[in-house]
């Protein structure tokens, strides 16, 4: 099985930076990709953002360059810096995971989710 563990998540104050780690493991043939999604209290689940195992990123609208994602392919980790944080970046974070567990194909692995609050 492979298991996406989060962490990083918690409550910072508006203007600040916060940075989320999601590491993968278990049997993982090979990694196509790894990101982040979010959800927010009656909203829809959207990308933050996402980054191929050859270094391309995507990243939702709303980042306007506030957020970097990066991946350490050796570590099987994934990593979401934030900071400019709003309070509209309110939300449950969520670890995604596109991996080939044994050279038959791709499937998509989501981690729990970390709740990540803007407040002041």
């Known amino acids: 099985q492979v298991q996406l563990v989060e962490s990083g998540g918690g409550l910072v104050q508006p203007g600040g930076s916060l940075r989320l780690s999601c590491a993968a493991s278990?049997?993982?043939?090979?990694?196509?990709?790894m990101g982040w999604y979010r959800q927010a209290p009656g909203k829809e689940r959207e990308l933050v953002g996402v980054?191929?195992?050859?270094?391309?990123?995507n990243y939702g609208d709303f980042v306007k360059g506030r957020f970097t994602i990066s991946l350490d392919s050796a570590k099987k980790t994934v990593y979401l810096q934030m900071s400019s944080l709003k309070p509209e970046d309110t939300a449950v974070y969520y670890c995604?995971?596109?991996?080939?567990?044994?050279?038959?194909?791709?499937?998509?692995?989501w981690g729990q989710g970390t709740q990540v609050t803007v407040s002041s």
């Open positions: 995604y995971a596109r991996i080939d567990k044994d050279g038959l194909g791709t499937h998509d692995y």
């Open positions: 980054i191929t195992s050859g270094g391309l990123r």
């Open positions: 278990g049997s993982i043939f090979s990694i196509d990709a």
